[in-house]
């Protein structure tokens, strides 16, 4: 490969493109589950922005589109540049609490477009507006001061959404519920309820693009029996765990938009089982060595079913596979497991992770190869087999590939484990709430005139009709038992506490 082979294309902020000078061959690694990688030395003085965008071409195909993670300008002779692609951006991406109701579609959770029924993922992780900057102005206008349409960050705001509803843009400052109004400086809302903004999602869309939008997902119309709740973590391992739920796989695509499509289909890449799209011989046309990965071989068996069927345990069941003599069992019990995600990831584990071996192959290159491809593996002496890729890297002009299983670092595996415990608190079988408090007006009491007040505790099932259709904007969730403690004070005297528990 030469490097006049590859192209690469930073669009810095003000909208200029720049195209750095690369001094030797780049690095590029491209994974089956996690971001796409560019290393590459350029020439000093290139004049890109960290905070452009990045595209990376190989005789016209695009094989990488996202942003810049590294300039490391420390060395005399050239600067070292590291892109991530698209889904890396979206990795850091927080979002903000919102419950997703039991029996919404898949590709509603996840959409980039704005206006549906919910809030999509990916639409929050281009648009919401982070809560923190909002501070009242008067009355029940708030405001984000800096963020204007002079405001380098923001631009010109074209839509604001409250959730999924469409806020009017005023010629000024809001003068009226539902409106905002963007000057050179400020950003201003009032909202629909004349609540704070800090209590709902505001999306400006696409205001910080991270280049991802909802592309082909298999199975769309598949919902859960279970609401799923999201809270302020990265979205992105949400995303992941949501497709693997509906037994899918993810992958990214690129198009001539400039954009990147996220896809999800029960399996990514080419061929098969019995139909690999290369073999790779021993000693013929490549390189071939075998590792294996401690920890693996340990299969996840379904014990119960999961929240929402009735049944109230929860836990999957390790069994070590890879050691000999002594039994080793363990039982791993997560509240909020719910059956679906918990099915096809054992699946998944059953015909993935059963074999903990790590084929490393080096050959000649093959850009046309991809993640996910299932190839053929001759070795000497050893039965062939035919594995999916994990991990296609780049180096030198050489292509290596880990076949069958790919090597974890240290990092990504505390990763892992940080991300298992959000998604399990996301897929919930119960709740704690904190506390309403209401406040009464100040009046007179007296021996004459009896006191009554009423507490309404409204459910989020939209299911009623006529004047319970109101429900549907409530706390509580009627899909799971709940307890409700009513506590009343008047004057120096506390009525009974009322307890009713709902079974």
Not at 231 to 244: H, M, Q, S
Not at 299 to 306: D, K, N, S
Not at 434 to 448: F, H, K, Q, R, V
């Amino acid at each position: 490969m030469s490097s006049n082979d590859i192209e690469i294309t930073i669009t810095n902020p003000d909208g200029q493109t720049v195209k750095p000078v690369m001094v030797e061959l780049p690095q590029f690694d491209e994974y089956l589950d996690k971001p796409r990688k560019f290393v590459v030395a350029i020439e000093k003085g290139s004049g890109l922005d960290v905070q452009g965008k990045a595209k990376v071409t190989r005789r016209g195909k695009t094989i990488l589109l996202g942003h810049i993670k590294k300039l490391d300008q420390t060395k005399l002779q050239y600067d070292t540049l590291t892109l991530m692609s698209a889904e890396a951006l979206l990795d850091e991406r927080i979002g903000q609490f919102y419950r997703y109701p039991a029996g919404t579609r898949l590709d509603a959770i996840l959409a980039s477009s704005v206006g549906g029924s919910v809030v999509g993922l990916l639409a929050m992780a281009n648009g919401l507006i982070p809560r923190g900057g909002w501070v009242l102005h008067s009355g029940y206008v708030y405001k984000i001061i800096g963020a204007g349409t002079s405001s380098a960050r923001f631009g010109t705001i074209t839509q604001l959404y409250q959730g999924a509803t469409l806020l009017t843009k005023a010629t000024a400052i809001p003068t009226a519920a539902g409106q905002w109004w963007q000057s050179s400086t400020d950003l201003y809302i009032w909202t629909t309820d004349n609540k704070s903004p800090l209590y709902h999602l505001i999306i400006a869309p696409n205001f910080k693009d991270t280049l991802m939008r909802l592309g082909n997902i298999s199975l769309a119309s598949t919902t859960f029996s279970v609401c799923y709740e999201i809270g302020e973590n990265k979205l992105f391992p949400g995303i992941k765990a949501l497709i693997l739920a509906g037994g899918l796989e993810f992958s990214v695509r690129y198009e001539k938009d400039d954009l990147a499509y996220l896809d999800a289909m029960a399996a990514v890449g080419q061929g098969s089982s019995s139909a690999p799209v290369a073999t790779y011989i021993e000693a013929d046309n490549a390189e071939i060595s075998q590792d294996e990965i401690d920890g693996y071989g340990h299969i996840q068996a379904l014990i119960g079913q999961g929240a929402g069927t009735g049944l109230s345990q929860q836990s999957a069941a390790a069994l070590d596979l890879t050691l000999a003599g002594t039994w080793r069992e363990g039982v791993y019990r997560a509240g909020g497991l719910f059956g679906e995600m918990l099915q096809h990831a054992t699946d998944k584990v059953f015909a993935d992770y059963s074999d903990p071996i790590i084929y490393n192959v080096k050959a000649e290159q093959d850009w046309s190869q991809a993640v996910g491809n299932y190839v053929g593996i001759v070795r000497t002496g050893a039965q062939p087999v035919v594995k999916r890729i994990k991990h296609i890297s780049m180096r030198n002009g050489q292509m290596s590939l880990e076949v069958g299983q790919r090597l974890r670092t240290l990092q990504e595996l505390l990763k892992a484990e940080e991300e298992v415990q959000n998604i399990l608190s996301s897929f919930y079988g119960s709740h704690t709430k904190n506390a309403w408090s209401w406040s009464l007006p100040e009046t007179n009491i007296d021996s004459y005139e009896p006191i009554t007040h009423s507490f309404l505790l409204q459910s989020t099932d939209k299911s009623g009709s006529g004047d319970d259709e109101s429900l549907g904007d409530g706390e509580i969730d009627p899909n799971f038992p709940f307890q409700v403690i009513l506590s009343l004070s008047v004057g120096w005297f506390t009525a009974d506490t009322y307890s009713a528990t709902q079974q």
